[in-house]
């Protein structure tokens, strides 16, 4: 039976995001000057290496969601999945240790955390799903990733004070790349702490005695038997990620316009604070009065984030403070609710699949959208974020014109 509140489950699974993020979040806004390092000799190809690690990585590990959250619907087993997904995440961070052989290590690292998101993502948001009301899902889902950027802040946090020891202030960036590595050693130790939460927790074995026979309780990958809303949802979700490049990009702009790395941490540690603290107020508040509103708020900032990050000088560059601030309103506004309206839209018995199909959506915008990121900015810093903005407004307009959605 499904409680009314925030269940051992998701506060356990909010427990393994948590720790993870601190992990996860000491390395991230370290690769693109970890790039950058292994680069130095060929500086104008920084952008396109960044693409394609960033691209590969997120786009072909996406195509594991669909398949694990199928498998998860047919073997009722969210649990299994999940813990395998964040066991070759935290060994991923290993292979760090080899990129001084070539930045194609990077790529092997990234691809396989990647490849550990690809299969644990589905099955566990299927279980914090199961594990509440249908009334507080967006609640359920905001705290998830309250959690998830909460250790983001934190694992930000412990990178700005490890990287301030390393900082080398002509360039503004660490001085050797053994300092690099002192933080991926640290870093994977929150990763191991994470997965030790799953274990604790407990599969909800769902009965369904009005239709036992009822094929719509069967998973199903038949994308043409799901709601028409969801199906418009999913093309808005693919328009919004062809331009939806790595937060790489970002950071990579940042430093690019006169902000040393040690300050552009301390953005991105602004970035998870801010989502920290307003994702399970924008989950509970989608409860009440809408997904499709609260997603239209937030492809609308990311819009203005990112037409502004096209446009900023290096004399206007203290204006990305607060511009970075801003993007973690967005992030607060959308990822938690557009997993939650998936889950609403999705059939019975497919919770996990329609999860997968979401991700892989967007998995299969990100390759192309990181790729073109990352020649873009070689030709133009900015035009990777005015294109960003086109997309995020083109999936506003399809989400605010045709998806109907009653509300309950």
């Not at 002509?170 to 939460?197: C, E, H, K, Q």
């Not at 492809?299 to 560059?317: E, G, M, Q």
Request: net charge positive; with cysteine; glycine share 8%.
């Amino acid at each position: 039976m499904k409680n009314h509140k925030i269940t051992r489950n998701v506060i356990l699974t909010g427990f393994t995001s948590f720790f993870t993020d601190v992990s996860s979040e000491m390395i991230y806004p370290l690769l693109q000057a970890f790039v950058r390092m292994i680069m130095v000799t060929k500086t104008a190809m920084i952008g396109p290496v960044l693409g394609i690690i960033e691209g590969i990585a997120e786009s072909t590990a996406s195509l594991l969601k669909l398949f694990s959250g199928y498998y998860s619907d047919r073997m009722k087993n969210r649990k299994g999945p999940a813990i395998f997904g964040y066991t070759i995440s935290a060994f991923s961070k290993i292979l760090l240790f080899l990129s001084a052989m070539g930045w194609y290590f990077i790529l092997l690292s990234r691809f396989l955390d990647r490849v550990g998101k690809g299969v644990r993502t589905a099955p566990r948001d299927a279980l914090i799903s199961e594990s509440v009301s249908g009334s507080i899902q967006g609640k359920a889902f905001g705290f998830q990733r309250g959690m998830d950027f909460a250790g983001a802040t934190l694992g930000a946090l412990i990178c700005y004070f490890l990287v301030s020891r390393f900082l080398d202030p002509a360039t503004g960036n660490l001085r050797d790349i053994s300092a690099f590595y002192i933080l991926f050693l640290i870093s994977i130790i929150p990763a191991f702490i994470g997965i030790l939460f799953l274990f604790f927790v407990k599969e909800i074995r769902k009965q369904h005695p009005a239709l036992p026979t009822d094929a719509k309780s069967k998973p199903t990958l038949n994308f043409r038997q799901y709601d028409r809303n969801l199906q418009i949802l999913f093309l808005s979700q693919l328009l919004f990620a062809l331009g939806n490049s790595s937060n790489q990009f970002l950071l990579l702009r940042s430093m690019d316009l006169g902000h040393s790395l040690s300050s552009v941490i301390l953005m991105y540690l602004l970035f998870n604070l801010s989502c920290t603290l307003l994702s399970t107020f924008f989950g509970s508040l989608s409860d009440r009065i809408g997904r499709k509103e609260i997603l239209m708020a937030g492809y609308s900032l990311y819009a203005v984030v990112y037409l502004s990050f096209s446009f900023i000088t290096p004399d206007t560059n203290s204006l990305l403070w607060g511009f970075w601030i801003i993007y973690g309103v967005y992030s607060a506004l959308t990822e938690g609710v557009e997993k939650a309206f998936v889950s609403d839209l999705a059939p019975e018995g497919s919770k996990a699949t329609a999860l997968g199909f979401f991700h892989t959506i967007v998995g299969i915008g990100l390759f192309p959208a990181s790729v073109m990121a990352g020649f873009l900015f070689l030709l133009f810093p900015g035009a990777p974020f005015i294109f960003g903005g086109i997309m995020a407004i083109a999936a506003m307009l399809i989400l605010g014109m045709f998806v109907r959605v009653k509300k309950s």
